[in-house]
């Protein structure tokens, strides 16, 4: 790595205030436009628990949803999902530059596998801290009778009813979706944005963070449906003694195949990547625009 390129990331108030400033703002921009997209994916998700039988699709969701909800419906849960987005997004792209300089000093290397580890790392982080507003934020999306409450209320009620533990609810399965997520989608999006440049002769500008991110969303989604799902069950779910509670992640999953087939695995998947792959395209185009305006480097 070249001098100049070590310096991008110094160690100042200012300079990590960028950092973080741009990858939250991204990240809460992208959330807003597509979370109608999570609703959906959330209610997929949770669909037929315990049984096998056909599914919704996608577009009957959508329709059901408007006809017996409303179209505000598409928007439960939007105060968490925009509050987790500057956390959780300034959190995990903001600690994946510095977690790749530190491998770079340790190793004398940022290779593929450092960098995957770099995401791994920061996207665990970064959602083992905001794990109960996303708990918060599925439990709004699946229940339109809290709207008048709102997430303050739901809040409290989970707290008083269920404990403060029930807020980390799925944190193992949110941790390793998040660590999968990050790794998947930063690490494709740095490797694709090399090899476009040394291949393909593209420099920095729109086609190149265009390309690299779509490729970025596609190769996480693909790794991260069957988690998020596992996630989104053990989320959803009250503290209770009936047939069918999850232990922990890997006894979810066990259920969810043995009862429901291993295809439920990737319930919600392609709302999961209508929903993730213009989220990552929106993010990363916006984050490497507001890091050129803040005179930082590209990612």
Not at 32 to 48: C, E, S
Not at 165 to 190: C, E, F, I, N
């Amino acid at each position: 790595m070249k001098g100049n390129e070590k310096q991008s990331w110094a160690v100042s108030p200012s300079n990590a205030a960028y950092h973080f400033g741009a990858s939250g703002l991204s990240v809460a921009i992208a959330t807003g436009i597509t979370h109608p997209l999570d609703v959906l994916k959330v209610r997929l998700q949770m669909q037929l628990v315990g049984q096998k039988g056909p599914l919704t699709g996608m577009g009957q969701l959508f329709v059901g949803v408007i006809k017996s909800e409303g179209p505000r419906s598409l928007y439960l849960g939007l105060t968490p999902a925009l509050t987790r987005s500057v956390l959780y997004g300034g959190l995990r792209l903001g600690l994946y530059e510095p977690s790749k300089y530190a491998c770079d000093w340790a190793f004398g290397s940022t290779n593929i596998f450092l960098k995957i580890a770099s995401g791994g790392f920061a996207g665990a982080i970064a959602t083992s801290l905001t794990n109960p507003v996303e708990v918060l934020k599925v439990r709004l999306q699946m229940n339109p009778n809290l709207r008048k409450g709102g997430p303050t209320e739901e809040l409290l009620r989970i707290v008083s009813q269920e404990g403060v533990k029930a807020l980390w609810k799925g944190v193992g399965p949110a941790m390793a979706r998040a660590a999968a997520l990050t790794a998947s989608q930063l690490a494709t999006y740095d490797e694709t944005k090399r090899i476009m440049i040394n291949w393909a002769a593209l420099e920095e500008g729109f086609p190149l963070h265009l390309i690299s991110s779509m490729v970025a969303g596609t190769v996480s989604t693909i790794v991260t449906a069957p988690m998020d799902m596992v996630k989104t069950r053990l989320m959803l779910q009250r503290e209770s003694k009936r047939v069918g509670t999850y232990r922990n992640g890997f006894h979810c999953a066990y259920q969810v195949v043995r009862t429901e087939g291993p295809k439920a695995l990737y319930k919600g998947g392609f709302a999961i990547f209508a929903r993730l792959g213009p989220q990552t395209t929106i993010t990363f185009i916006l984050c490497e625009k507001l890091r050129e305006l803040a005179g930082l480097k590209a990612i």
